[in-house]
T-cell receptor, first 113, second 116 residues
Framework: GEDVEQSLFLSVREGDSSVINCTYT??????LYWYKQEPGAGLQLLTY?????DMKQDQRLTVLLNKKDKHLSLRIADTQTGDSAIYFC?????????????FGPGTRLSVLP | DVKVTQSSRYLVKRTGEKVFLECVQD?????MFWYRQDPGLGLRLIYF???????EKGDIPEGYSVSREKKERFSLILESASTNQTSMYLC???????????????FGSGTRLTVV
């Protein structure tokens, strides 16, 4: 079945760039997502990318998709303490209406002053 | 913006109690979902619904049921709460356009349930 993998922890210094990586297995995935979860809260959709795109940029966020290697990354420029959270990668296979989202385990980003 | 509201942020219930977790969305979405989130296990799908009175089992439906009497409301029911159902419960609604382009979930803020 589908599987999404991420490293569990990442620490960066404030002002540096953060890169959170994700690999997925379903080559038919149509949509790939990044969600952010702050302590005690639900998941917030940060950004998404369609599988026919290589890159998407949104202010400090850059998403890169390597479809050949099934690798997705999220780069956060000028990381701030408010970026400390858990970041989830998710894929949505084609031919469904959302019921088969597969989430990664989440990467806990710690931003050090 | 789509809003998904879960009625309680924190709940403490006793073993054997019947527990209702309520979720309401305000965007006329057809697809709604219940997940539980546990450390080390990530998000696991309990049930989902793609229309009123329709429900489908997810990956871990045992011990749970759901109700979707109105489009905007999707309820998760723990028939007889047990300590292993202590968890964070997340409701989500699917954001898509009329062409079924899928923009991802909108999540509620979660309900942290403790069963004692």
């Amino acid at each position: 079945g589908e599987d999404v993998e991420q490293s569990l922890f990442l620490s960066v210094r404030e002002g540096d760039s953060s890169v959170i990586n994700c690999t997925y297995t379903d080559s038919s995935s149509t949509y790939l997502y990044w969600y952010k979860q702050e302590p005690g809260a639900g998941l917030q959709l940060l950004t998404y990318i369609f599988s026919n795109m290589d890159m998407k940029q949104d202010q400090r966020l850059t998403v890169l998709l390597n479809k050949k290697d099934k690798h997705l990354s999220l780069r956060i420029a000028d990381t701030q303490t408010g970026d400390s959270a858990i970041y989830f990668c998710a894929e949505s296979p084609s031919d469904n209406y959302g019921q088969n989202f597969v989430f990664g385990p989440g990467t806990r980003l710690s931003v050090l002053p | 913006d789509v809003k998904v509201t879960q009625s309680s942020r924190y709940l403490v219930k006793r073993t054997g109690e019947k527990v209702f977790l309520e979720c309401v969305q305000d965007m006329d979405h057809e697809n709604m979902f219940w997940y539980r989130q546990d450390p080390g296990l990530g998000l696991r799908l309990i049930y989902f619904s793609y229309d009123v009175k329709m429900k489908e089992k997810g990956d871990i439906p045992e011990g749970y049921s759901v109700s979707r009497e109105k489009k905007e409301r999707f309820s998760l029911i723990l028939e007889s709460a047990s300590t292993n159902q202590t968890s964070m419960y997340l409701c989500a609604s699917l954001t898509s356009d009329r062409g079924n382009t899928n923009y991802g979930y909108t999540f509620g803020s979660g309900t942290r349930l403790t069963v004692v």
